[in-house]
């Protein structure tokens, strides 16, 4: 017997699925070929759908690239909040993010789409997409200028060193293939190598 609102549930379920899995397959051709090269039939060939069904989810090319650009910010928000939760300092909380946003990026939930051609979406949607980018570099930046209060972070100019941080976070997806045999945590830990071991406090020469 099926309960009541287990049907609807599943519907609802299946969709998300559907939409998750558009939303993945879109981002790895907007990384490959950019807004202008990639077309909507080139996603839906991919994902082997017809382009109908592809239209059932999206409207043109540019609500999909805003989607994209959406689920990017939320998971890079989700990877933040889960640091700042779980680190018991702010070097340890920013060495989380890196290694949650990396998980993210290259993990199950891969790929995660660029932000790189902003321009391109409507006025509405740039300055949606900017002022939630602009707040997560700034959170960032706190995080490194909290650190240096702290006395756990040794650092002359956090906003350069989190635009440094968020930069190479932001491209792993450019370059990153599942196919090569580099696992997320391997990532992970040489990015946290590189861009955490020069923010350690230094020690004063005896």
Known sequence: MIKKGSLH????????RKTEALLKNAAMCFNQKGFSGT???DVSRNLEITDAALYYYVKNKEELVNLCYIRALDLGEIALNRAMDEGTNCLEKLQLYIRYQIE???GEDGPVAILSE??????????????????????VTKLLTDGIKEGTIYCSNPIISSDAILGAL???PKW???ESGITSTQIADS?????????????PPI
């Open 104 to 106: 993210e990026v290259c």
């Open 9 to 16: 549930f599943n519907k609802e379920e299946q969709r998300r």
């Open 39 to 41: 077309s909507l039939k």
């Open 118 to 139: 902003i321009p391109s979406l409507k006025p509405e949607h740039q300055k949606y997409i900017l002022d939630r980018s602009t707040k997560h570099t700034k959170k």
């Open 176 to 178: 990153f293939k599942p």
């Open 191 to 203: 990015f946290i190598e590189t861009f955490t071991g020069g923010l350690q406090p230094r020690t």
């Open 170 to 172: 932001n491209w792993t």
